[in-house]
């Protein structure tokens, strides 16, 4: 039977339609940085610039806890995530040839290895990502994410928001998604997310709509506009160019300053019952934008001395299990618990009893990137996946 396979493997792999080879002098941020560095500093430190799998350890216990459990290679499932991981890789899809090269390890100088392991993708989400869409297929169905939805510029033509830009080192064209219309570059892959078994764990496009908002997602993600230089190249009568210019930060939930007074948080006592009402006004639930993320609300009784009577804990979180109901994360999963998400423009109240004795209370609200269960799943090392991030606090005499 080995002999067989053998035979088999020098077959043409069959690879999805590639992605449009980008010049090797447009790859890498650095090509950028002498008329962006504002942009290009501001970007190396946000999480985009982390969305590959060496970079991330979440990203990349994930990718290979779904390897295992899905007895895919580490590879074909590294090209699945490149999706919108790594958009700009050269294959986008594998076959069982390709599988059965991986599983008898003659794929060492196969198009999908070099793909996988090729510089040209090490820095993840970078300028010549989001800045090289020229088309974004708005029609497609919602499972179709990332390098699936997208219809990329010829190497060396740059998508920007301004019609008047002019550089000497790349040609410039400019879209609405990167003006009026720019919550539709970022639903290219910040839409919704499933596991290999099809089951959506997060949607934060129809959290959105659902809000009926008409917020765009870069005002708190990439702040406001400001007058500022988007390139130091000075082609206007020998000056800089100011224009409304964005920080290029994509700050998230794992900066605690997006997450300060993210839900408002208001106490009423009614007879035996403490009642917490926790407000969300963001145009998306809270938590949200990844599957295994928790609000956590600890409750703490105390006497007229100050000392602690009894305290309660209260997880807001969704749990994932794969076959056999075996506990999983949300890439690998087949059923979730129910959605206790606060959510998008909305509220969530809370029934909590008192405690005898008690005549004060103070509720503390905290985040979490990662719950407990798929911490401990992943075997996740740093400390930021179990820290607790405040959101906001109140006491009340009772």
Not at 255 to 270: C, F, G, Y
Not at 306 to 333: C, F, Q, V
């Amino acid at each position: 039977m080995k002999f067989i396979l053998f035979l088999f493997v020098p077959l043409t792999f069959l690879y999805a339609a590639t992605a449009t080879q980008v010049d090797v002098k447009y790859q890498k941020s650095k090509s950028c940085m002498p008329c962006h560095k504002r942009i290009v500093t501001e970007w190396k430190n946000s999480w985009h610039a982390k969305s590959h799998f060496e970079n991330d350890e979440y990203f990349k216990k994930s990718v290979e806890y779904v390897s295992r459990k899905s007895r895919k290679s580490l590879n074909a499932t590294k090209v699945q995530c490149a999706k919108c991981h790594n958009p700009r890789i050269m294959v986008t899809k594998t076959d069982v040839d390709y599988e059965i090269a991986a599983v008898m390890g003659l794929d060492k100088d196969s198009e999908v290895n070099k793909a996988v392991n090729s510089d040209a993708i090490s820095e993840g989400i970078n300028c010549v990502v989001c800045h090289n869409i020229d088309k974004i297929h708005y029609d497609y169905p919602k499972n179709k994410r990332g390098i699936d939805r997208v219809e990329w510029t010829p190497s060396g033509t740059m998508t920007g928001p301004y019609k008047d830009a002019k550089s000497p080192y790349h040609k410039i064209v400019s879209h609405e998604f990167m003006n009026e219309k720019v919550n539709e570059l970022c639903f290219v892959c910040h839409a919704n997310d499933s596991s290999v078994h099809g089951l959506v764990f997060t949607d934060m496009e129809a959290e959105y709509k659902r809000s009926k908002s008409k917020e765009k997602c870069v005002t708190c993600h990439m702040g406001k506009k400001y007058k500022g230089v988007a390139s130091t190249f000075r082609n206007y009568h020998g000056k800089e160019r100011v224009r409304s210019v964005r920080s290029h930060s994509f700050k998230g939930a794992h900066k605690e300053e997006m997450l300060k007074n993210a839900l408002s948080l208001t106490l009423k006592k009614k007879k035996s019952a403490l009642y917490i009402t926790l407000k969300n006004s963001l145009p998306h639930n809270v938590p949200t934008g990844f599957g295994a993320r928790e609000l956590l609300v600890n409750i703490s009784f105390m006497d007229a001395n100050g000392k602690l009577l009894a305290t309660k804990k209260i997880s807001l979180t969704r749990y994932y299990t794969r076959r056999h109901n075996k506990a999983s994360t949300p890439h690998m999963a087949k059923k979730q618990t129910k959605d206790t998400s606060i959510p998008a423009k909305s509220k969530k109240v809370l029934k909590v009893p008192l405690i005898q004795e008690a005549t004060n209370v103070r509720v503390e609200v905290f985040y979490r990137l990662v719950n407990d269960e798929v911490r401990s799943l992943l075997k996740l090392k740093d400390k930021l996946w179990e820290k607790k991030f405040l959101i906001t606090s109140k006491e009340m005499k009772l």
